[in-house]
């Protein structure tokens, strides 16, 4: 029934307007609760010597 397209197209384009906001609005309150979630995070003194040897190697293996 060629008279009924228009309206098939404008329930499709409905529904996925509909999904779209209804996607938006949970990424929105999802992202807002892990915000206010977030715990601090603490600085470490790390020990990266072993980067250094690596390169130091590698510049002594391939050249």
């Not at 404008?10 to 999802?30: D, G, H, K, R």
Request: glycine residues 0%.
């Amino acid at each position: 029934m060629p008279q009924m397209s228009p309206m098939w197209w404008t329930m499709l384009m409905m529904m996925f307007i509909m999904s779209f906001i209804m996607c938006m609005y949970i990424m929105y309150f999802n992202s807002n609760k892990y915000s206010t979630m977030t715990k601090k995070m603490v600085k470490k003194n790390l020990n990266w010597t072993w980067y250094f040897q690596y390169l130091i190697h590698a510049q002594v293996y391939y050249h």
